[in-house]
């Protein structure tokens, strides 16, 4: 397994969660990270992706100002701290390593991904 979620969970809206993705240096150290989530019933969909350095960061629409994507350079793990959850954001969140090193938003550029982890808010 090269990449590999965690962090995920139940929680109240209003609440937050930090989602974290280990994933090894051969893999990840020189290329782009991101997470991306799928809801039930519907499409994958980008969340946030940063570059290879953490110096650059993209997010979606929809999470801007409440989420924030980081990576330690150290070991390549990347973070999703997660604030202000709204329902909509219940998902099964994935992380994916791109191809190349500048951030990518199309889940064509990513060529590995974790496993998923469960984010439940309630009402």
């Known amino acids: 397994v090269q990449l590999q979620a965690s962090g995920g969970g139940l929680v109240q809206a209003g609440g937050s969660l930090r989602l974290s993705c280990a994933c090894s240096?051969?893999?990840?150290?020189?290329?782009?990270m991101g997470w991306f989530r799928r809801a039930p019933g519907k499409e994958r969909e980008f969340v946030a992706a940063?570059?290879?350095?953490?110096?650059?960061?993209r997010y979606a629409e929809s999470v801007e100002d409440r989420f924030t994507i980081s990576r330690a350079y150290a070991d390549s793990t990347m973070y999703l701290q997660m604030t202000t959850l709204k329902p909509e954001d219940t998902a099964v969140y994935y992380c994916?390593?791109?191809?190349?090193?500048?951030?990518?938003?199309?889940?064509?550029?990513?060529?590995?991904w974790g496993q998923g982890t469960l984010v439940t808010v309630s009402s």
């Open positions: 240096r051969r893999t990840c150290s020189n290329n782009a």
């Open positions: 994916a390593a791109a191809r190349g090193s500048a951030v990518a938003t199309a889940p064509s550029s990513y060529n590995y």
């Open positions: 940063v570059g290879w350095n953490g110096g650059s960061t």
